[in-house]
Nanobody, 118 residues
Framework: QVQLVESGGGLVQPGGSLRLSCATS????????INWYRQAPGAERELVAS????????TVLDSVKGRFTGSRDNAKRTVYLQMNSLRPEDTAVYYC???????????WGQGTQVTVSS
């Protein structure tokens, strides 16, 4: 059974930091690139960062460049999103997404809420 379980979200003050985790099981982790998306209320889901199966990270969303960084631990089958200097506009549900580089098969986690507010 495929599972992607996000954790680490919560309420944080502006300027604070959080590290999200995405723990996975049920598929060949090494064959999948992992993406972090977010969706704010009333907005479309947007791609935040991508972490390749080799561990290379690329922050895609311009508004978080220099603040957010993705990483992965293949031994733990876990992907991370380090978020620094958080702003109220970063408030959203954050999702991890696994995509096979071979087949394009895609899996989603259930999301974790991040709220940035004073």
């Amino acid at each position: 059974q495929v599972q992607l379980v996000e954790s680490g979200g919560g309420l944080v003050q502006p300027g604070g930091s959080l590290r999200l985790s995405c723990a996975t099981s049920g598929f060949t982790f090494d064959n999948y690139n992992i993406n972090w998306y977010r969706q704010a209320p009333g907005a479309e889901r947007e791609l935040v960062a991508s972490v390749t199966r080799f561990g290379g990270s690329r922050t895609v969303l311009d508004s978080v460049k220099g603040r957010f960084t993705g990483s992965r631990d293949n031994a733990k089958r876990t992907v991370y999103l380090q978020m620094n200097s958080l702003r109220p506009e970063d408030t959203a549900v954050y999702y991890c997404n696994a995509r096979s580089y071979i087949t394009g098969q895609t899996y989603w986690g259930q999301g974790t809420q991040v709220t940035v507010s004073s």
